[in-house]
């Protein structure tokens, strides 16, 4: 049994989300009991996920996205219904965005190239002032088929492939989630692989444009690797029990 209080505390601490700047609220969105024996985790705050938190018999969701983004909003429909079930059912509600991105340890973007095996990761994409990404380096060059293989395998994605740079791949930056218009900052430094969660309409052509490799492996997929490597370190810490809610998204 651990407190909700020192959990938070030293996520906070942990992905230092108080000197990142972010539109979302890192933290403690939603105060439930006091005592944790159990979190669950997730990647967004719908009311499927808070439903199946509660159901599991959690104390805290843990997510990336949560219900607090710097704007208001009535409590009304499907927002009065989240808001309704963390109540009824005493269940904290934690999220880290931005700072569960760029985390050197247990961030979305380290954790992928680290699930593909790329090796010397540097800080990548510049995001509203924050740099966000990473890029690394594979020992052998890989294929474009390889590495979307590893990534539907990994993941559960159906990734999307444009192949119009190198055949083989050396060097690759990531940027989880919504980082497609981040793709021109991978072409300015010259990497031969451009991996995030969703492609724009102008993806195709522009990596045609620019003789240049991309990979769109799902939002929601991309950002699994954080939310889970985070459970474990929670539960190393803390001893407590964790389980990841998985609601299968392709989006």
């Keep these: 049994m651990a407190d909700r209080d020192k959990i938070v505390s030293f996520t906070d601490f942990y992905l230092d989300s108080k000197n990142i700047k972010d539109s979302a609220q890192n933290g ?14 997730g990647v967004s705050a719908s009311l499927e996920c808070i439903k199946r938190a509660a159901a599991c018999g959690a104390d805290m969701l843990i997510t990336h996205h949560g219900l607090l983004w710097g704007r208001s909003q009535p409590f009304s429909g499907p927002f009065k219904r989240k808001l309704e079930t963390l109540f009824s059912n005493d269940l904290s509600l934690c999220s880290w965005h931005l700072p569960l ?5 247990c ?4 954790r992928l190239l680290k699930i593909l095996g790329a090796m010397r990761l540097k800080p990548f994409g510049v995001y509203n002032g924050e740099t966000i990404g990473f890029n690394g380096i594979f020992a052998s060059p890989l294929s474009m088929g390889d590495i979307a293989a590893a990534l539907a395998i990994k993941l559960d994605a159906e990734p999307l492939c444009f192949r119009f ?9 990531v940027v989880s989630g919504g980082g497609r218009y981040m793709f021109s900052q991978a072409v300015q430094a010259g990497l031969d692989l451009y991996i995030t969660g969703e ?3 102008s993806t195709q052509e522009y990596a045609r444009e620019t003789r240049s490799n991309f990979i769109a492996a799902g939002h929601y997929n991309t950002e699994k690797p954080g939310v889970t490597a985070l459970a474990k370190a929670l539960e190393r810490k803390f001893r407590v029990k964790t389980e990841f809610i998985d609601i299968p998204n392709p989006a």
Aim: proline share 3%; net charge positive; charged share 35%.
């Design 199 to 201: 492609a724009a309409e």
């Design 165 to 173: 740079g190198k055949e083989k791949i050396r060097t690759v930056g």
């Design 107 to 110: 961030g979305n973007n380290a």
């Design 101 to 105: 991105d760029k985390h050197p340890v």
């Design 28 to 41: 403690l969105q939603a105060e439930g009991r006091s005592e944790v024996k159990k979190i669950a985790f």
